[in-house]
């Protein structure tokens, strides 16, 4: 049997492009997924039929067919279709091209500008395209992985329709896949004997993204053996080594990284063990600074357990230390910990309200001048204009506390903690309304 490799001459063609760029779909009945946005009677294929296009952004994961739709709408409208990538292109090509769109239309000849990773593009280049969207000698197409939202300036923003992408199913997946083996384009002049189960498992294995799926198939088939026969038979175990590791999408600068800490958060806030510990591997695994998802877990402590069991937030800290001493891999466990202690925690926001109302108050009133009788009167000026004058030793009474008004007297009836009823704040309520019972009785 003979090896195929890099400098052998066989059906594989590494002259060729790749596969994923061989089998780009050039029709919408060619295209795979995003049936929610292409599919019979869907609004973006009805304007793309009636051929009523205008500025839009395309928002979705890396590889589920961006570049591909733009490129299918610029040939189905007739425009004449220019691509350039933020990346490589600064505000002089962004002029050149919009001189040139604008001799064109001119001559009534629209332009589809496709703009890859728009959102890499600063605030003075999304300016300059502005006024030739507003003419309409440019129909913009851009494309981001980022929310729209943060990444696009407002006015821009304002005058294109988001399409949001989403990924590909698994069985968007197998359908390409068997595609790619049959279509003359792929590897159809090409006799492959591979499992409809391997096929299913490079599907799960690509995360939604079909470059991810094209290219794990073209590596199998490239690293298999040619028979006797002239078959090229791919093996399972080829197969697991060309998916040695997934790259989950994950971006710690972007809006993923605060989906999951999100993700996370209401986990545990839903006292959902299984759900936090696996949100807490995707991070790690996508590369989170470990002492970054303890320092969330911290504030969690407090904001969603609070004193329904301060302990939580003993466990929080000392899971911060054990990830500092430690690092990754060994502190895995440790997150895992915090993640567990804190999900079957009783939880009680008592505390997360309490600073918030506060706050609201502090931000909505004028600074309330503190009681002169809880003054520190440290001098005798001070002592003669009533600083300290009237206030009693909570220690020196039989009860261990006072009537004594602590408030401004603005906010002198104002409550702001609310105890729940989870856990150890239960025996809290009860302590602090006896106590506020007793305030408010009559001598």
Known sequence: ME???LFSDSPSQFSKSPLASRLRPETLDEYVGQEHLVGKGMLLRQLIEKDQISSMIFWGPPGVGKTTLARIIAKSTNAHFVEFSAVTSGIREVKEVMKEAEDNRRLGIRTLLFTDEIHRFNKAQQ???LPFV????IVLVGATTENPSFEINSALLSRCKVFILKALTEDDLHKLLKHALSSP????????ALSDDDLKSIAAFSNGDARTALNTLEMAVNNSRLDGDGVISVSTETIAQCMDRRSLLYDKNGEEHYNLISALHKSMRNSDPD???????????GGEDPLYIARRMVRFASEDVGLADSNALAVAVNVYQACHFLGLPECNVHLAH???YLSMAPKSNALERATMDAAEDIAN?????????????????MRDNGYGKGYIYAHD???????MQCLPDALKDRTYYDPGTMGDEAAIRERLNEIRRWRSSED
């Open 127 to 129: 300016d300059a395209f």
């Open 134 to 137: 507003e003419k309409g000698s």
């Open 365 to 381: 009133s004028p600074a309330e001048p503190v009681p002169l009788h809880i003054r520190n009167g440290v001098t005798q000026l």
């Open 275 to 285: 759900a936090a510990v696996y949100w807490v591997c995707r991070m790690i695994d």
């Open 338 to 340: 915090a993640a567990v």
């Open 185 to 192: 384009k792929g590897l159809g002049n090409m006799q492959i």
């Open 397 to 403: 009474t039989e009860e261990k506390i006072t009537k």
């Open 3 to 5: 090896q195929l490799n």
